[in-house]
């Protein structure tokens, strides 16, 4: 057993922002499944949105947030992170962190979908949450000692399972080991592998919801899904990310013939928000034919996308040409642990930052380069609070004892080795692309659910996990938020942002306007659970 202040799961933007922004005082962990740099946040392509071009405003930047979240989004926490946008940019700048420059020297600015202004901030051309991830690591201090390869599996509640105490994790030795404290923050990322095209890594399997589903958490807006528009596409696979800068550069998307498919689709055309360009070429798709990205307009191609360059050369794309073969593949979910904009869940001791969580800020579909932005954002908010509320948290723990938090362990290995089985990975990825994907159908989400339910759900969410290896974990907690989103999505009848529903293709104001369907165990001591209470967003 090993006891701390703080216990970070998860490596990336959000985690790392929070570790550097915690009191040197305290004792942190960071713990995580697989490589420190495994994550998407090391992955990202973009940038970050910041208003600080003299002919833009925050204000500018927050309703084009809006527009791109079908005006679910949480205006006030909208509102907050485009004012505080050129500060967090300021902050890392005059802390080392290199962005790229103009001629001048002033920080570059990009363009992307859905932005009305060229504001997204880039580091190493298409490198960004590399550069920002290396320079957040760098800078970690002695109080935070970081474990690798190891597998969170379970979330700690006291003997009254009313407050988070603690997690269980599965060594790289095949041990398992527990460690306490009293803030718990699950920085686990998205869950982009449940489906069978992502831009995601491999280690987007929706942790971090299902332990907190389990634990008894609300979780909000699983229905909404961003679809990337461009992954590269060769072979009948996504091979990765092809940046939306691109098309924020010039690029446009065309079939073989040269036929421009957004014009007439969308005022902003190729810049159209993500979830209509996603659909737009779902629907060539489904039609077979083949969309590229024509490249042939930018100059220098290569030295200004050396990260995609590469990986187009390395799946034989020959840039020169000027042709990207794409497909609509899972980027980012909306929806997660429901937060305030200090990361705090409804359990007492829990918290959720990065894409795992939802505060609202993206609504119904994000708007591009907003990710990597919240987690600095709501990082170093929850730093913040932790720091003004160490003695108080302390005590609060003190009081429950020792022997409470002991007993509660004992409790959880007392509970039953359920043997059942899981789904298939790769048809559970499959048929969550075919029935839950980009175009959706109650036909098709019932045919979903149905063939979800017949693996014991319930049974799943009683059982002790100790005996699991890390393969069956990660399959366990594809399985529990596959089921979550395609319950959301069938509930939803309505289309707004990253969910369409083919059957009722039209946003629903009047019955559905700043709705969110919440998720929640009940009564876990008791093993019982409920979905789809719906509840008016902040």
Known sequence: MKQSDVIIVGSGIAALQLANKLAKSLNVIILTKKELTAGNSYLAQGGVAAAIAPGDDPYLHYLDTLEAGAHHNNSEA????????????????????????????????????????????????????????????????????????????????DSYATRCIGVKAKRMDGTNE???????????????????????????????????????????????????????????KTRGLISEAVRGEGAVLVTAEGTRIMKGIHPLK?????????????????RGIQIFLDISTIHDFSSRFPTISKLCTEHGIEIEKGLIPVVPGSHFIMGGIKTDLQGQTSIPGLYAIGETACTGIHGANRL?????????????NLAEWINSHQDANR??????????????????????????????????????????GIVRTKELLILQNEW????????????????????????????????????????????????????????????????QIIHQRKNVKDGKHEFNQTALAT
Request: glycine share 8%.
């Open 270 to 286: 190729d810049l159209a928000p993500r979830h209509i360009v996603s659909q737009t070429i779902y629907d060539y798709s489904r």
């Open 78 to 157: 909208v509102l907050e992170i485009t004012k505080k946008a050129p500060e967090l940019i300021k902050g890392l700048w005059e802390s080392g962190c290199r962005f790229d420059e103009d001629g001048d020297g002033k920080l570059l600015l990009g363009m992307e979908g859905a932005h009305s202004e060229k504001r997204i901030v880039h580091s190493g051309g298409d490198a960004t949450g590399k550069h920002m991830v290396d320079f957040l690591l760098s800078n970690l201090d002695v109080n935070i000692s970081i474990e690798q390869s190891t597998f969170v599996y379970e979330l700690i509640l």
């Open 178 to 236: 527990t460690y306490l404290a009293p803030h718990v923050v699950l920085a686990t990322g998205g869950c982009g592998q449940v489906f069978a095209f992502t831009s995601n890594a491999e280690t987007a399997t929706g942790d971090g919801m299902a332990l907190a589903y389990r634990a008894g958490a609300e979780l909000a807006d699983m229905e909404f899904v961003q679809f990337h528009p461009t992954l590269l596409y060769v072979d009948g």
């Open 452 to 515: 979800l339910g017949q693996f014991s759900l319930d049974r799943w969410l009683e059982a002790s996990l100790d005996h699991l290896e890390p393969s069956e974990l990660n399959n366990l907690f594809m399985y529990i938020t596959a089921t979550l989103i395609t319950q959301s999505a069938l509930e939803r009848t309505e289309s707004r942002g990253g969910h369409f529903r083919k059957d009722f293709p039209h946003e629903d104001n009047a019955n559905w306007m700043k709705k």
């Open 395 to 436: 005590k609060a723990v003190s009081i429950m004892g020792i022997q409470n938090q002991l007993a509660k362990i004992e409790a959880n290995m007392n509970q039953i080795e359920f043997e059942g089985e899981l789904p298939d990975m790769d048809l559970l990825k499959q048929t969550m692309m075919d029935r839950t």
């Open 368 to 380: 591009a380069s907003n990710s990597l932005l919240e987690g600095m954002f709501v990082g170093e």
